[in-house]
Structure formats: C-alpha cells, structure tokens
T-cell receptor
Framework: KQEVTQIPAALSVPEGENLVLNCSFTDSAIYNLQWFRQDPGKGLTSLLLIQSSQREQTSGRLNASLDKSSGRSTLYIAASQPGDSATYLCAVTSPGNMLTFGGGTRLMVKP | EAQVTQNPRYLITVTGKKLTVTCSQNMNHEYMSWYRQDPGLGLRQIYYSMNVEVTDKGDVPEGYKVSRKEKRNFPLILESPSPNQTSLYFC??????????????FGPGTRLTVL
C-alpha cells in the first residue's frame, strides 16, 4: 500500500527566505504527483502537477521536482511571503487511480 | 467560472438520520471523487467515479454510498450517519488522460457534525 510522508510537519521562516518542502512515497509506480495548498478551514488549491515522466514543474515562485526512482519530491518556494502561510500537501496517483495524500507541512512565514 | 460546488457547506445532524451531500462540477470532467479529512489522519479517499454509472471504493467506503447518474453530479449519501463520520468532506473532479486522472480540482468542503 502506498504511503506518503511529508517532512517537516511544520515550518516557520522569516519573510524573504527560500525554502524546501519534502515529500516521499514508498511505491515508485506512480502516474503523477500533485502539490496542493490548503488554507485553514478551506478547500485545496492545486499548485503543481508533475507527470511520472517529468522531472520538474515551475509556476511563478514555485518549483516542484520529482525523483520517481528514489520516491521523492520537493517543493521549492522562492522569496517566501506572509501570504504563503498555509498547509502544503502532496498527493500521488497510484495504479487503480488511487490518490494518496501526505500529512502536510504547515508553513508560517513571519513578516 | 470553472468550479466544483458542494452543498451544504455546514451540516449538523443526529445519528441515524439519512443525509445527502451534493457535488457538482461544470468542467465536463470524467473523474470525480470524495474525500474526508480528519486531524491526524489527513485526507482519505471514500469513493471515486471514472465516468457515468462507474463507481469504485476508496480507502474508507464503509457507511457511505455514491451514485453517478449524470456526468456533472456525484452525491455522497450517508444512509445512517454515526458520530465517527463527523469530518470535513471534499469533492474533487479531474479530466482523464489515457485512463488516468490529472490535475484534481477540489470543492470548498462540507463540514459535517453527527451528534
């Protein structure tokens, strides 16, 4: 059974720092990996989707990488801002179209 | 505006009283899915549907039913709710690409409390 782990569980940084969030998964047979953002009490907003054949995707200040063979993905946030404060979730799609989420990283960016 | 809508957004009910949470998407997506989110357990998939009249169980289907009679709608039915179904529920949809779903779009969530 696929298991997805996100480290760290919580992170607090000063505004302007570059930061990296980590996601690891146990079964490398995935179709894609998606990073989401969730604000407290709200729904999930899709940030980036990486297909299994891709190595990375970029959107603005966000860059996500995927190393399928080692079961790892990272989300890089450049020049962090207070508005980036949220919980970040990664999710992998496995055979059978099962979507498995990590536990999330709660990010606080301090002004 | 492309979106996934859920109703109601908040619901407080009592044990055993049947309820339905509706989900609708206007993006003509084939794939739709229901999740529940609980503190310490994260997001878990309840049921999903690859297309009209095609549904399948996720990780935690017990106590739930779904139907997919139209492409745009995917209601979640709790025939006899129990307190352990108190949770935050999300519906999501996605287009299919060669049989696999791609970017998932989530609804705003339904916070359900069962007393």
């Amino acid at each position: 059974k696929q298991e997805v782990t996100q480290i760290p569980a919580a992170l607090s940084v000063p505004e302007g720092e570059n930061l990296v969030l980590n996601c690891s998964f146990t079964d490398s047979a995935i179709y894609n990996l998606q990073w989401f953002r969730q604000d407290p009490g709200k729904g999930l907003t899709s940030l980036l989707l990486i297909q299994s054949s891709q190595r990375e995707q970029t959107s603005g200040r966000l860059n996500a990488s995927l190393d399928k063979s080692s079961g790892r993905s990272t989300l890089y946030i450049a020049a962090s801002q207070p508005g980036d404060s949220a919980t970040y979730l990664c999710a992998v799609t496995s055979p059978g179209n099962m979507l498995t989420f990590g536990g999330g990283t709660r990010l606080m960016v301090k002004p | 505006e492309a979106q996934v809508t859920q109703n109601p957004r908040y619901l407080i009910t009592v044990t055993g009283k049947k309820l339905t949470v509706t989900c609708s998407q206007n993006m003509n997506h084939e794939y739709m899915s229901w999740y529940r989110q609980d503190p310490g357990l994260g997001l878990r998939q309840i049921y999903y549907s690859m297309n009209v009249e095609v549904t399948d169980k996720g990780d935690v289907p017990e106590g739930y039913k779904v139907s997919r009679k139209e492409k745009r709608n995917f209601p979640l039915i709790l025939e006899s709710p129990s307190p352990n179904q108190t949770s935050l529920y999300f519906c999501a949809s996605s287009p299919l690409d060669r049989g696999h779903y791609n970017e998932q779009f989530f609804g705003p969530g339904t916070r359900l409390t069962v007393l």
